[in-house]
C-alpha cells in the first residue's frame, strides 16, 4: 500500500479539503476587517490587540502558579506509578485552578477595558427611540 493511500493519510487529506474553505473565508474576513479599520483612520498599533498583555497581572500569575504546580504534582505521581483514581482529587484541584486562573485572567482584561471602544461624544447619534431609553422623562 502506497503512502498516500494509507487511512491516516486519506483522513489528513480530507480534513484539509473540508477546512481550507473555512481558513480562507476567515482569512478574507480578516484582510476585510483591517482595511475597514485603515479606512477609518486607525493606527496599526491600535487594530493589533496582543491579548496576552491584557491578561498578565499578580492574581494571574499567582493563579497561573498554582496550575503549574498542581500538574507537575499530578505528573509525578503518574510517573511514580500512580493510577487515575489516585490522581483524580488532584485533576478536581487542578481545575479547580484553572478556572480561578480564567476568572482572574477575565477580571484583568476587564480592568484594563478590553473590548471598550474609544467614542467621541461627537460620533454618538440620540434618535428619538433612544432618547427615551437613555434619558427618564420625569
Given at each position: 500500500?502506497?503512502?498516500?493511500?494509507?487511512?491516516?493519510?486519506?483522513?489528513?487529506?480530507?480534513?484539509?479539503?473540508?477546512?481550507?474553505?473555512?481558513?480562507?473565508?476567515?482569512?478574507?474576513?480578516?484582510?476585510?476587517?483591517?482595511a475597514r479599520l485603515k479606512e477609518d483612520g486607525h493606527s496599526e498599533d491600535k487594530r493589533i490587540v496582543d491579548v496576552t498583555t491584557m491578561i498578565e497581572s499578580e492574581d494571574s500569575a499567582t493563579a497561573d502558579a498554582k496550575v503549574k504546580a498542581k500538574q507537575g504534582e499530578i505528573d509525578e505521581l503518574i510517573a511514580g506509578g500512580g493510577t487515575t483514581m489516585q490522581a483524580l482529587p488532584l485533576k478536581e484541584e487542578l481545575e479547580e485552578y484553572v478556572q480561578a486562573r480564567a476568572m482572574a485572567q477575565a477580571a484583568t482584561m476587564l480592568e484594563k477595558g478590553f473590548g471598550k471602544e474609544e467614542t467621541k461624544p461627537e460620533d454618538v447619534v440620540i434618535t428619538p427611540e433612544v432618547f427615551d431609553i437613555y434619558i427618564p422623562c420625569f
Open positions: 500500500m502506497w503512502c498516500s493511500q494509507t487511512p491516516l493519510f486519506i483522513h489528513q487529506r480530507e480534513v484539509m479539503r473540508s477546512i481550507e474553505p473555512v481558513i480562507g473565508e476567515c482569512t478574507k474576513k480578516i484582510h476585510r476587517a483591517d
